[in-house]
């Protein structure tokens, strides 16, 4: 008997996808995180081992796609569904057992793909600050001390921001990044001088920018108080970095009537509705969150 594995028989179900730092992925049924407030110590989200945690988490149904990026430019596609279920306490499936990923080679970003996607573009961020985009079958050749940080979808119409761990965040309009081949390396995006590039988003107007540093610092500021500027500058000032807060590690764009889940080195997880972190000017220090 040949077993055809029948989609229409795995219901859509709205879940969660977590990856952490050292490579275990799982699915949990997305009810599984409850809300709390800031400041909070956070539940225990996986079992990791001291030196673990996760790195990405994404919500989305049981039939879309998910698309994985690496460092190394390359990227996979696999269903939901085909993502291993597992509990909120196990850590998971090691990715190598579900990619056929190189040595080195790590996943730097997960996206879905539903049904209804309408996005035409990929933006690729690397972390020395170069910026492509493209579309159709993708790919993007680096250079050999970069990697990839960031994969974002677009369609023509959005901004680009950018941010470093020194304070700085650029903003600029998606069509100052002309539409690449596979295996172009980029053009530059922001001067990130002695930092590193942390991350890259897409923005509409009216969005605010959640920015949180590694000393569990964060706050939101609206986009419009980070003036356009063209690709290939340094930007302007994000944050006052001083010793209380740390370095930017994060960055997200945000609606402000969200749910923000921020996760520790080691592994602790916290939840807190977004309205609880002030919104404040873009040379703030923040609040404490966790």
Request: a neutral charge.
């Amino acid at each position: 008997i040949d077993y055809i594995e029948d989609e229409s028989l795995i219901p859509v179900e709205d879940i969660v996808v977590t990856l952490t730092q050292k490579g275990y992925i799982k699915r949990m049924n997305s009810d599984n995180y409850k809300s709390q407030n800031r400041g909070g110590v956070g539940i225990k989200g996986m079992a990791t081992n001291e030196e673990d945690f996760v790195s990405s988490l994404i919500s989305l149904t049981t039939h879309d796609y998910v698309l994985f990026f690496t460092n190394k430019g390359k990227v996979y596609r696999i269903k939901g569904y085909e993502i291993p279920l597992f509990s909120r306490q196990s850590k998971g499936l090691p990715i190598v057992n579900l990619l056929p990923l190189e040595k080195e080679e790590v996943v730097t970003t997960m996206l879905k793909i539903d049904r209804e996607e309408n996005s035409k573009y990929i933006v690729f961020c690397t972390q020395n600050g170069l910026v492509k985009r493209k579309n159709g079958k993708i790919a993007i050749t680096l250079k050999d001390d970069d990697e990839l940080i960031a994969a974002r979808k677009t369609d023509e119409t959005k901004e680009v921001l950018i941010a470093s761990t020194n304070g700085r965040m650029i903003r600029f309009n998606e069509e100052e990044i002309r539409i690449m081949g596979r295996t172009a390396s980029g053009v530059k995006g922001i001067t990130v001088g002695d930092g590193k590039c942390v991350g890259c988003e897409i923005a509409d107007e009216g969005q605010q920018i959640l920015v949180v540093t590694e000393k569990g610092y964060g706050k939101r500021t609206n986009i419009d108080e980070y003036r356009m500027t063209h690709r290939g500058s340094k930007g302007v000032k994000a944050l006052n970095i001083t010793d209380k807060n740390g370095n930017i590690v994060s960055f997200k764009v945000v609606e402000g009537n969200e749910d923000l889940v921020i996760v520790t080195d080691n592994g602790i997880i916290i939840r807190l509705p977004l309205e609880q972190v002030s919104t404040t000017g873009r040379v703030a220090q923040g609040v404490k969150l966790i």
